[in-house]
């Protein structure tokens, strides 16, 4: 029986806690940017959510998520270029395209394993990287600006940055309350089944290809889901919503917090993003403690902390900083039995 | 006639240069089991150290030599101190693993050589058009490119099909722990393969250098393309990776040659225009993914894993 | 245990809060009187080096005002948007919104200005692009907060257009980067020159540094001639493949921004007799770009680029408008009207704003020669066209 009380989730609890009454401190300091960051940050981790759903229990390895990101941003960009600016048409739109590429990519992909997987998946969505190029209309690869959010009838008013910020976090918890709903069904327990042993789940009498289609599926839509809300979020829409890159971080970001931990991606995707934007604050102050001047320059090699950060992880905290919390919790109850 | 000649030659140079990319790919991935993101920044430090020692030296040829030899060195350094511990790993561990070392290495040749970018240029005997057939010019250095890219290519395949290292190369791809069991020393053979991998993966940075600047970089796009042709040919496999290289560098080169006056024929100038770049720019894409679905385990795969 | 583990979870909380209040850490001085100036620009990557060479020149421009405007002192802040339209995006959010600057700057590509467009102008704040000028916001986009101390991209490939009909080509052939300014360029070459386009390329950016089945097809096609765009590292690649593939004596090459200062010291003797159009050279005699000149050589030991020049501009330009409203920043309409005068000694000579906030201004012919000391510079050879306006301030609504 794992005690309730560990290292892990009272962090969790904590960033969470933190998640909620953002807004508040924001608002007391005046600074809307520490909002708009964290904003982002959410829509982010909804689709590392929805790609640990898949990599982290289902051992589907996408290196092509941030297409859906992409399909879903580009269904309320190109709705909204044509005059369509009612969320009530356009984020079901975005839903059912990205669902419906996943079912396509899904398809052809899920007979392929391991690195082959990780390949196609790569090959998908770089041609829906260049369809997205070769969209004229629609920006090319400079990208279109959105001048109208979604518009919800005065249900919700997307403008009010506040009430985006929550309807984000809510968006999150519920991507996380599913995940393990999902993850705890009989659906979610041949997944991982066939994740350790595809062909024995086979001749029990599963049809393991539609299950894990059904479940690629689902994290296709997740993930076209927070595309619609980053489009909304930047005003902005372009190719390099989906270039392989941003697929990249998406993994970087389940693997660092934690695969296969419910809410390692959130903190994967916390850890990264607040790295990036304050690394190069933190070199700029700790250079100016050591040589007494501004240094301006060194600020901008930030990278090559992050790099051996990366890498140290790997190293020496498997299962990312979620599996790094659990362990410091078995080595805490270790030596407190010890002293006891 | 002579344009189609010229532009195949281009797709034929463009091919063999990511062969030497993806056959030390292929081969650390195949023997190791391990993927390496980083190998595209071998490509950039063997351009870096071309263009120093080519200054250096004031010889570009020597310069090569020199460079060859230091990214063969920073290969099994990388090796030893950093990869050497993913080994048996998760393939995810290996790819955020990596990727920090891309970052960092990115960062350190912007520390050391600035971010401008460095030249590297030719002696005035490569730097000319060679005139191959009547009508039918070809820039020198290219045609050498092609040169030397066929003799590695025939190195590689006599050190792996007729000699004792290949051999055990060749028994490591398909089943790893029994050429560990065979009392072998595989650590210093993985370090000898890795360290090969990074520099061929230097010798195509180097030899590019002339073509391109050399700048912070200029490894990554370029490693996707060599990670589609090991998919294609089959990981592992050296003739898979040669055929797949060759097929690539022509699809690209012919797509982006003739795709727009293709699509001429069955729609308008200005849709023509447009479509064309971003079909052609898909091309390879849509051959790798065809490929996957027919073969899911590339054109030529190495049994027994 | 118990209180080691609450230790700990509040290190955890303190983390994370910490690196929220370090986030926020910049804006609670706000209220200190300054010129505040956001410099979006390119720090990372390849075309780092542009984006340094706006920034020294920036400096220098500051430092030749004394780094004061109407009294205040000036504090800017540099943020790179490593040449993608998205971060450049988000830095652009943050100076707005968390460091509150009163002007926003730099921009080299035309896709990251379009992308950081709106949130700079919904905010009411002054957007003064130093280089990308897409023909959207010289046209239906234009505002009265944005003005440009550059060009619009249009105008450059126009007076080059001018001088090939000047050269009598009939027959010509394009290539550009498939981006913005990419597309911009080749039309507007097009737009002014009067013989045949046999044939066009357009190539993938920033991916794509092989040109070599391009240079196959021009080498077959035969032109007359071969213009092409390519800025920064990019056209020192494509000189040198030019060069390489035999076509140096059989098609002439003319440029737009693809010769300047920084890529002359490696594309080196390749760009000598390779001409290009400019609104600004080196060279041009006036005081205040002699002064731009020597010092900037001092410092930096180089010649500056355009980018330079045009960036060097904005600090006197912003400078005079601050005065002009003696340091209140919130008399915008007052700043604005300021601006529309251009009444500042401009590097490249006085020029006048078009309603849409473009200059309209001369530009040049120049060429590569060699200088006293045998270092590569270049050189105005002729004037092509005078009090050129771009054709799209037509489409933009705003009179004034």
Redesign the interface.
């Known amino acids: 029986m794992t005690p309730f009380?560990t290292?892990r989730n009272?962090?969790i609890a904590?960033?969470l806690a933190?998640l909620v009454v953002?807004p508040i401190?924001?608002a007391a300091?005046?600074?809307?940017?520490?909002l708009?960051?964290f904003t982002?940050i959410v829509i982010l981790a909804i689709a590392a959510t929805s790609l640990n759903l898949i990599?982290g229990y289902g051992g589907m390895?996408s290196f092509g998520h941030a297409a859906y990101i992409g399909v879903g941003g580009y269904a309320v960009g190109m709705l909204a270029r044509e005059g369509i600016t009612s969320g009530f048409v356009q984020w079901p739109t975005a839903l059912a395209a990205s669902a419906l590429f996943a079912l396509f990519v899904g398809a052809?992909?899920l007979?392929?394993?391991?690195?082959?997987f990780?390949?196609?998946t790569?090959?998908?969505a770089?041609?829906i990287y260049?369809?997205a190029?070769?969209l004229?209309r629609y920006?090319?690869?400079?990208?279109l600006?959105i001048?109208s959010r979604s518009q919800f009838a005065g249900l919700i008013d997307l403008n009010n940055r506040t009430l985006f910020y929550y309807l984000c976090v809510v968006l999150l918890f519920a991507t996380i309350y599913i995940t393990w709903r999902i993850v705890n069904s009989r659906f979610g327990l041949v997944i991982q089944g066939s994740r350790s042993n595809d062909r024995r789940m086979r001749a029990i009498g599963f049809p393991t290809f539609r299950y894990r289609l059904t479940c690629f599926v689902i994290a296709g839509m997740i993930c076209g889901l927070a595309g619609a809300l980053l489009a909304n979020h930047?005003?902005?829409i372009?190719p390099?919503?989906m270039h392989?890159t941003r697929s990249?971080d998406l993994?970087?970001m389940v693997?660092?917090g934690g695969?296969g931990s419910l809410f390692g991606p959130l903190i994967g995707a916390?850890a990264l993003l607040?790295l990036e934007?304050?690394l190069p604050?933190?070199i700029g102050a700790v250079g100016h403690l050591v040589t007494g001047k501004e240094v301006?320059a060194a600020r901008?090699?930030w990278?090559?902390i992050?790099?051996?950060?990366?890498?140290l992880?790997?190293?020496f905290a498997r299962g990312g900083i979620a599996g790094l919390l659990e362990s410091?919790n078995l080595w805490?109850?270790r030596s407190?039995r010890s002293t006891a | 006639m002579l344009l189609f000649v010229e532009q195949c030659l281009n797709g034929l140079q463009l091919g063999l240069l990511l062969f030497l990319l993806a056959a030390g790919l292929t081969l650390v991935?195949g023997i190791m089991d391990l993927?390496n993101l980083a190998h595209g920044s071998l490509y950039m430090v063997g351009a870096y150290f071309a263009a120093t020692f080519a200054a250096l030296t004031g010889s570009f040829v020597l310069g090569a030599l020199l460079a060859l030899g230091a990214t063969l060195l920073v290969g099994m350094a990388v090796e030893v101190i950093?990869l050497r511990?993913?080994y048996g790993?998760d393939?995810?561990?290996h790819?955020?693993?990596t990727?920090?070392?891309?970052?960092?290495?990115?960062?350190?040749v912007?520390?050391i050589w600035g971010p401008a970018g460095l030249t590297l240029s030719l002696p005035p005997w490569l730097n000319t058009p060679l005139q191959l057939l009547p009508g039918l010019y070809y820039p020198t250095y290219r045609f050498a490119i092609i040169l030397v890219t066929f003799a590695v290519a025939a190195f590689l395949y006599v050190l792996v099909m007729r000699t004792r290292v290949g051999m055990l190369i060749r028994a490591g791809a398909s089943n790893r722990e029994m050429v560990g069991a065979l009392g072998i020393n595989i650590k210093l053979l993985f370090t000898l393969v890795f360290g090969l991998g990074a520099a061929l993966a230097g010798l195509a940075g180097l030899m590019q250098a002339p073509i391109l600047t050399v700048q912070i970089g200029m490894g990554e796009n370029i490693l996707?393309l060599a990670?589609?042709v090991i998919?294609i040919g089959g990981?592992g496999s050296i003739r898979g990776a040669f055929i797949a290289a060759i097929f690539v560098g022509l699809i690209d080169v012919v797509g982006r040659a003739f795709l727009v006056d293709l699509l001429l024929l069955v729609v308008s100038q200005q849709a023509a225009s447009?479509?064309g770049?971003?079909?052609s720019?898909?091309l390879i894409?849509?051959v790798?993914?065809v490929v996957?679905?027919l073969r899911?385990?590339?054109l030529f795969p190495v049994h027994g894993k | 245990?118990r209180k080691?583990?609450?230790g700990?979870?509040l290190a955890?909380?303190a983390t994370?809060?910490g690196?929220?209040l370090?986030?926020?850490?910049g804006?609670?001085v706000?209220q200190s009187k300054s010129v505040k100036i956001g410099f979006v620009s390119t720090?990372?990557g390849p075309t780092a080096v542009i984006g340094n060479d706006m920034r020294n020149s920036f400096e220098l421009g500051l430092d030749h005002i004394g780094r004061k405007m109407g009294g205040l002192p000036v504090e800017v802040i540099?943020e790179?948007d490593g040449q993608?339209?998205?971060q450049g995006?988000?830095k652009t959010?943050?100076l707005i919104?968390?460091d509150k600057v009163d002007f926003v700057i730099g921009y080299i590509w035309?896709?990251v200005l379009?992308?950081s467009?709106?949130?700079v102008i919904d905010s009411q704040t002054f957007l003064i692009s130093t280089n990308a000028g897409?023909s959207q916001i010289a046209g239906e986009l234009c505002s009265p907060w944005f003005f440009s101390t550059s060009w619009q991209n249009d105008q450059t490939p126009q007076a080059m257009g001018h001088y090939l009909n000047q050269k009598g080509v009939k027959t010509l052939y394009l290539i550009g980067p498939?981006?913005?300014a990419g597309r911009d360029m080749l039309v507007g070459v097009q737009s002014t020159f009067k013989g045949k386009v046999i044939g066009q390329d357009l190539t993938k950016?920033p991916d794509q540094l092989d040109f070599s089945a391009e240079l196959s097809k021009v080498r077959a096609a035969k032109p007359d001639a071969l213009f092409v765009f390519y800025p920064g590292a990019s056209g020192v690649q494509f000189l040198t493949q030019y060069a390489q593939s035999g076509l140096k004596g059989q098609v002439p090459l003319y440029t737009a921004f693809t010769i300047d200062a920084i890529t002359l010291q490696l594309q080196k003797d390749l760009a000598l007799g390779v001409p290009g159009a400019q609104y600004w050279v080196n060279d041009l005699p006036n005081a205040a770009n002699k002064k731009y000149v020597a010092d900037f050589k001092a410092r930096h030991k180089n010649y500056p680029t355009f980018y330079g020049a045009q960036t060097y501009d904005a600090a006197a330009f912003i400078n005079s408008a601050v005065v002009a409203v003696k340091g209140d920043l919130t008399k915008k309409d007052a700043i604005r009207a300021e601006l529309r005068r251009a009444n500042y000694a401009s590097v490249r000579g006085p020029y006048k704003y078009g309603n849409n906030h473009f200059p309209i201004q001369n530009f040049y012919l120049q060429d590569v020669v060699k200088d006293a000391d045998g270092m590569l510079t270049l050189k105005t050879v002729a004037t092509i066209v005078k009090d050129s306006q771009d054709e799209h301030a037509k489409k933009c609504p705003m009179k004034w």
């Open positions: 009380l290292i009272v962090v904590a960033l933190i953002l401190y924001t300091i005046g600074n809307a940017f520490a708009t960051l982002r990599m390895v052809l992909s007979r392929t394993r391991g690195v082959y990780i390949m196609i790569l090959a998908f770089q041609m260049y369809v190029v070769g004229d920006g090319g690869d400079d990208g600006t001048y930047a005003s902005f372009s390099a919503m392989w990249g993994i970087v693997v660092l695969m916390v607040v934007e304050t604050q933190i301006t901008e090699y990278q090559l992050l790099g051996p950060m990366l890498l992880v790997v190293l410091m805490l109850n407190s | 991935f993927v950093a511990r993913l790993r393939h995810l561990d790819v955020l693993g990727f920090g070392l891309i970052l960092f290495f990115n960062e350190l912007r520390l996707i990670f589609v998919i990981i447009t479509a770049p971003a079909l720019s898909m894409y849509i790798m993914a996957l679905v899911p385990e590339g | 245990m080691i583990l609450s700990l979870t955890g909380t994370i809060a690196a929220i370090a986030l926020s850490a804006p609670a706000t720090f990372s540099y790179d993608k339209p998205e995006l988000q959010q943050k919104e968390s035309s896709n379009l992308a467009y709106k949130p897409p498939n981006y913005a950016w």
